[in-house]
């Protein structure tokens, strides 16, 4: 580090220029002056070169030896320190522009209401960071930045860590908002029973399933999808209550549902996280495990496809007596292989959901 710094038309000298400056004009070695300031020689030299800062104490010592005032040193260093930090500023925000390339600020504008800046890069990033509450968007590329990145994840491009640490950062946020009560895991159990009462009633599910939740401590957020986040959902402990947050990637009642449950599976477990497409690991299969058997009792399942009968009017009846979407039942005999994907004499049975922000 150098004594003084030079950026944008602007010079500051650290005190260490001029503390040398005095050291010369006195006729005495460094070692002679530090043993006046009462000092370490050692001290004195890595002012001088600038590689530490004045302290308090030291600038005392130098307005009594030289006849000059504290407050004199500190200003000197305080013009030192905000130039230092302007200068790095300038270069976090070069970083910043990188970063911000991989998000559209439409998406944040539209779903959460940030100004609407055109054309002014930077402002849009100043406007994204305060929205994120983050002292710089540098910091979504560090994994497990708000919650753990499994272990299946560490090939994951930077493009999609930025983004999923975003969906947390935004979940986070809106739920540190929230008073809910302390986590209470025999309460929680009751509420997913009851959860799964609701796969068919479309329009009121969510507040009623929030609601539930909350009262056991679980804050329930849904989010608009951040495109190319590749996340499905995440949970995270916030003191003595937990986030779950799932997305509207897919949002079909079977997805929708699924991907629930694996979250509630990653909870029930003790599992807290980030879910991505396409995960692998003993902790993702037993979530999926956990919500394969919570929407569809195995045993039941096991009974319906041994009849091979998978129309359209077979997979409702089924559904009707197992209390479930059928749109539920359908996706998990398209994710079987029972049913194929392209047979639209099933698309009556499927049914998507629509996130509306609440700004």
Request: aromatic share 12%; with cysteine; proline share 3%.
């Amino acid at each position: 580090m150098s004594n003084y710094i030079e950026y944008n038309d602007k010079i500051a000298f650290h005190p260490g220029y001029y503390i040398k400056e005095i050291v010369e004009e006195s006729g005495l070695t460094q070692e002679d002056f530090a043993k006046r300031l009462d000092t370490t020689p050692k001290n004195l030299s890595l002012i001088i070169r600038g590689e530490q800062s004045l302290s308090i104490d030291i600038a005392m010592k130098l307005s009594r030896l030289i006849g000059t005032s504290v407050k004199y040193w500190l200003n000197i260093q305080n013009a030192y320190d905000a130039l230092i930090a302007e200068f790095k500023s300038e270069e976090e925000l070069a970083e910043e522009r990188e970063i911000f390339e991989y998000f559209d600020y439409r998406f944040f504008r539209e779903n959460y209401g940030l100004p609407d800046l055109p054309r002014q890069k930077d402002e849009q990033i100043k406007a994204l960071r305060t929205f994120l509450n983050v002292a710089t968007l540098t910091v979504l590329c560090k994994r497990d930045m708000a919650v753990s990145f499994r272990s299946s994840t560490e090939h994951l491009a930077e493009a999609g860590i930025v983004k999923a640490n975003a969906m947390v950062q935004i979940a986070t946020n809106k739920a540190l908002k929230i008073d809910a009560p302390r986590f209470n895991k025999k309460k929680f159990e009751e509420a997913v029973k009851y959860a799964l009462t609701l796969t068919r009633n479309h329009k009121e599910f969510y507040p009623l399933i929030r609601e539930a939740f909350l009262k056991t401590g679980v804050i329930f957020v849904i989010l608009p999808n951040i495109a190319g986040s590749k996340t499905n959902g995440a949970t995270k402990k916030i003191g003595d209550n937990i986030m779950l947050m799932v997305n509207d990637r897919r949002l079909y009642a079977d997805s929708f549902w699924f991907t629930l449950f694996h979250e509630i599976g990653h909870i029930i477990n003790g599992d807290y996280g980030i879910s991505f497409e396409k995960e692998k690991g003993e902790q993702e299969e037993t979530a999926d495990k956990f919500a394969q058997d919570s929407l569809i009792p195995s045993d039941q399942y096991q009974k319906f496809i041994e009849c091979e009968k998978f129309d359209l009017q077979s997979i409702k009846d089924f559904a009707n007596r197992i209390n479930r979407d059928p749109g539920i039942v359908l996706g998990r005999l398209q994710n079987d292989k029972m049913v194929d994907f392209k047979d639209w004499s099933l698309k009556p049975l499927r049914h998507k959901y629509k996130v509306r922000t609440v700004i």
